[in-house]
């Protein structure tokens, strides 16, 4: 089936840098690209939606310039969380829209610290 | 404004009999409907899922019922496992003008623990 690998799976960094996390479809062409972040105890909130060579589609209140998504292939999109700070940590996870429907990646796991 | 609402946090239920996970939506325009499980720090992992043209689905153990009328389905689990013991998420999608083919609504989750 569709596999949608998601790295890394858990980082620790600074407040201040900035965190770049990676999502490839494997066997699959992924048109669209969607990212998001769970709270503990909430529903996965979609921050925003990439589509293959275009800009990404960023949901109300959630920062573009902060959260910075990359899909520059069919199979590869990335977001950058810049100059992160402790109320960015969270889980983050991607799904991959293609053929298949929605394939999730393993989530990743950011505390900031 | 949570558009897809699962009201129950928890749920509770012994080994080998039902778990009845519930869900709510908001939104007539959803037409596509699906159910999510999910462990601790791994990304959900789909379950099962139904159409808006049907009124149940069933998948081995899992069956899912639609109620278009009172925007309600339901997700049953029988005979439930321990090994079913995870956070089940609902989501919904529609394909309404202006909205994001793929995109998904989730509920906020219902964690089951099945208990020997």
């Known amino acids: 089936g569709a596999v949608v690998s998601q790295h890394p799976s858990w980082v620790i960094c600074k407040s201040g840098t900035s965190v770049k996390i990676e999502c490839r479809s494997l066997?699959?062409?992924?048109?669209?690209m969607f990212w998001y972040r769970q709270f503990p105890k909430q529903s996965l909130m979609l921050m925003a939606t990439?589509?293959?060579?275009?800009?990404?589609?960023?949901e109300q209140g959630v920062e573009k310039d902060k959260f910075l998504i990359n899909h520059a292939s069919l199979t590869l999109s990335t977001l950058t969380v810049t100059s992160a700070h402790p109320e960015d940590s969270s889980f983050y996870i991607c799904?991959?829209?293609?053929?298949?429907?929605?394939?999730f990646g393993s989530g990743t796991r950011l505390t900031v610290v | 404004d949570q558009q897809v609402k699962q009201n129950s946090p928890s749920l509770s239920v012994q080994e080998g009999r039902i778990s009845i996970l519930n869900c709510d939506y908001t939104?007539?325009?959803?037409?596509?409907f699906l159910w999510y499980k999910k462990y601790p720090a791994e990304g959900p992992t789909f379950l099962i899922s139904?159409?808006?043209?049907?009124d149940k689905n069933e998948d081995g153990r899992f069956t899912v019922f639609l109620n278009k009328s009172a925007k309600h389905l339901s997700l049953h689990i029988v005979p439930s496992q321990p090994g079913d013991s995870a956070v089940y998420f609902c989501?919904?999608?529609?394909?309404?003008?202006?909205?994001?083919?793929?995109?998904?609504?989730f509920g906020r989750g219902t964690q089951l623990t099945v208990w020997p």
């Open positions: 799904s991959a829209s293609g053929w298949t429907g929605n394939t």
């Open positions: 939104n007539s325009m959803f037409d596509y």
């Open positions: 139904i159409s808006s043209i049907k």
């Open positions: 989501a919904a999608s529609g394909r309404s003008r202006g909205s994001t083919l793929g995109r998904l609504y």
């Open positions: 066997d699959f062409q992924a048109t669209t």
């Open positions: 990439s589509n293959e060579g275009s800009k990404a589609t960023y």
